[in-house]
Structures are given as structure tokens and as C-alpha cells.
T-cell receptor
């Protein structure tokens, strides 16, 4: 099971892109990269996942490096409501949540 | 949309009481999970179930048991609640265990306080 490393905290100005990095250098070939976020006192919310190719949905984009050892979650136009803890998981079936990145979007 | 509901948002119990936390999902998911979340420790897996009546221990099963009599419902049981079980409890479900279809969807959480 791959271990992930994320910065403890980040700030981003409202309206700007928020780029959240994640290191998963021990990821194995069949492990997907998942991103979740947790807004204070709520359950984690699924954002996006990918295996090799970059992915985009209505919430975010996921960029995975060619060697799959790291990825970046991009929130293209961050709003105050995006303030949350963001978790990167490289796992199959059984997740291991680290302590994530606390993103603060500033007005 | 997947909906995972938990029986209570907030619960206060006394030491030694038997506590039931209920979780229901409405998407016919195979797998269900119970986590607890504590400050500085992130989410830790207590138990999970990949089928009715099947269960597997997670990373911190001590002091807990689970029950899955119906596919949509997964219960976490604290046989004799203790103060160190004061925590946020989160339930999740996922469609299958196959890679790419194991996205977990979480409920809103139950904040349990044991006095």
C-alpha cells in the first residue's frame, strides 16, 4: 500500500488556481490516486481519481506525473467554500488517510 | 447520487454503556466501512465489510464489533463505551473491491462523547 506525503497547509487567494501536490513514490501499478476533501465537521467528500492519465471533472483536475510518483490536484478558481483539508490516497480497496493538506482560501 | 446516512450527528453516552451506531447506504454497494477520526491522527479504519454477514478487522478494532445483516446497513457496536472512544465516527461505502470502482462515499459522521 503506497504511502502519501502532502504539505501540512497552504493558502490560496480567492479566484486563483489552487495547486495541491502529493508524493506517492511507492505507488504500485494498479493503485489509483484518489483525492478527497473534508470541510470542518463533515464527512470526507470524493473529488476525483485517476490511474495514469490526467483527469478533469466539474470540481477539479488531476495531473499525474508520467512515472506516477507524484500528482497535483488543481482547483482552477478557488472560492472561500473550498477551504478544507484535502487528502491524497494511493490505494486499492482499503484506504489509508494521512493528515492531508489544510487549504485556506483567502478573500 | 450516493447517499450514506448515519443515525445520529451527535451522541452522548456514559462509560460502560452499550452503544450502537447505524449506517445506511442506498446504492446497493458491496463494501461498507467504519472509521474514527481524532485530531492529529487522521481517519483510522476500525472494521469493514465486503458482503452481508462478512466482516474484517481494520487497523484499530479493539473495543468495537460490527454487524451487517442486510446489504444496506452496517452497524458499529461499542460493547462497553469508554472515554477513549470519544471521537468522530465516519461510515463509508463503495461499490466493489475492484480497482477503479472502489471509490468510497462517506456519511456526515457521528460525534460521540463518552462521559
Amino acid at each position: 500500500d503506497a504511502k502519501t506525503t502532502q504539505p501540512t497547509s497552504m493558502d490560496c487567494a480567492e479566484g486563483r488556481a489552487a495547486n495541491l501536490p502529493c508524493n506517492h513514490s511507492t505507488i504500485s501499478g494498479n493503485e489509483y490516486v484518489y483525492w478527497y476533501r473534508q470541510i470542518h465537521s463533515q464527512g470526507p467528500q470524493y473529488i476525483i481519481h485517476g490511474l495514469k492519465n490526467n483527469e478533469t471533472n466539474e470540481m477539479a483536475s488531476l495531473i499525474i506525473t508520467e512515472d506516477r510518483k507524484s500528482s497535483t490536484l488543481i482547483l482552477p478558481h478557488a472560492t472561500l467554500r473550498d477551504t478544507a483539508v484535502y487528502y491524497c490516497i494511493a490505494q486499492t480497496y482499503k484506504y489509508i488517510f494521512g493528515t492531508g493538506t489544510r487549504l485556506k482560501v483567502l478573500a | 447520487d450516493v447517499k450514506v446516512t448515519q443515525s445520529s450527528r451527535y451522541l452522548v453516552k456514559r462509560t460502560g454503556e452499550k452503544v450502537f451506531l447505524e449506517c445506511v447506504q442506498d446504492m446497493d454497494h458491496e463494501n461498507m466501512f467504519w472509521y474514527r477520526q481524532d485530531p492529529g491522527l487522521g481517519l483510522r479504519l476500525i472494521y469493514f465489510s465486503y458482503d452481508v454477514k462478512m466482516k474484517e478487522k481494520g487497523d484499530i478494532p479493539e473495543g468495537y464489533s460490527v454487524s451487517r445483516e442486510k446489504k444496506e446497513r452496517f452497524s458499529l457496536i461499542l460493547e462497553s463505551a469508554s472515554t477513549n472512544q470519544t471521537s468522530m465516527y465516519l461510515c463509508a461505502s463503495s461499490l466493489e473491491s475492484q480497482v477503479g470502482t472502489d471509490t468510497q462515499y462517506f456519511g456526515p459522521g457521528t460525534r460521540l462523547t463518552v462521559l
